[in-house]
């Protein structure tokens, strides 16, 4: 069976390459969109492409990429499969809005899955969350699983379209990593390649983790986009 997803949002660079080399080892010409980190960045994105031929009611859309685990459940290169996803905000008072992921789409990716994945939920920041005392305030606040930096703005950007989020857990929640935000533009929603490299090299060990979790999580990925996408 193949998966019926007309487009694939994934972040540029790393997690786009992975995808891609995913889907050349099946026969599927399914559309790939490369997109920008954050969820401002995102939500431009996903502006620029409403009056374009492709969105219309009833697309189905998957987003894939890498998140971080707020939990001690979820390891690095756990596969998880989101149900909803919040979007996490700095005052405690707002009403924490639910955004439903497509159900039935998502049921036909638990059906073309032969990895083990975990249903989760999902919080969306607009930062890149580094320090594992906030990685453990979010799942308390949110009751969240894991975190990333998109998938609110898409579900927000895309209230016609089906869509289903699968991602790859790249860093968990025992290691603090280096502190990227310094490095990330979130307008253009890319990270700057000299404050990059600044942030690694004085960061070492945690640059060592976040490298090793990323390869390990890329990996994942790759493998389960060919997964997916292979007919049975």
């Known amino acids: 069976m193949n998966l019926p997803v007309d487009i694939i949002f994934v972040p540029h660079g790393a997690e786009y390459q992975a995808v891609e080399q995913g889907l050349k080892q099946t026969n599927t010409d399914i559309k790939l969109l490369s997109i920008p980190m954050g969820g401002k960045a995102v939500a431009k994105y996903c502006q ?4 374009k031929s492709w969105q219309h009611s009833g697309n189905r859309v998957l987003i894939l990429g890498l998140c971080g685990s707020l939990s001690s459940d979820e390891q690095i290169g756990d596969v998880v499969l989101y149900q909803d996803c919040l979007a996490a905000s700095k005052s405690s008072s707002l009403e924490k809005q639910i955004y439903q992921t497509d159900v039935p789409l998502t049921n036909l990716i638990t059906c073309q899955l032969t990895t083990k994945f975990s249903l989760v939920r999902g919080v969306s920041c607009d930062r890149i969350i580094t320090k594992v005392e906030e990685k453990l305030s979010l799942a308390q606040v949110y ?38 935000n310094y490095a990330f533009d979130r307008d253009r929603g890319q990270l700057k390649t000299i404050p990059l490299a600044v ?30 996408f292979s007919s049975k």
């Open 48 to 51: 620029q492409l409403k009056n």
């Open 143 to 180: 009751q969240a699983d894991v975190v990333d930096m998109e998938g609110v703005a898409i579900l927000q950007a895309l209230p016609d379209c089906s869509v289903a989020i699968l991602r790859v857990v790249s860093d968990d929640c025992r290691y603090n990593l280096p502190d990227l």
């Open 199 to 228: 942030t690694l090299i004085s960061q070492p060990q945690a640059a060592v983790r976040l490298i090793k979790g990323a390869t390990k999580g890329l990996k994942v990925l790759q493998q389960i986009t060919t997964q997916l």
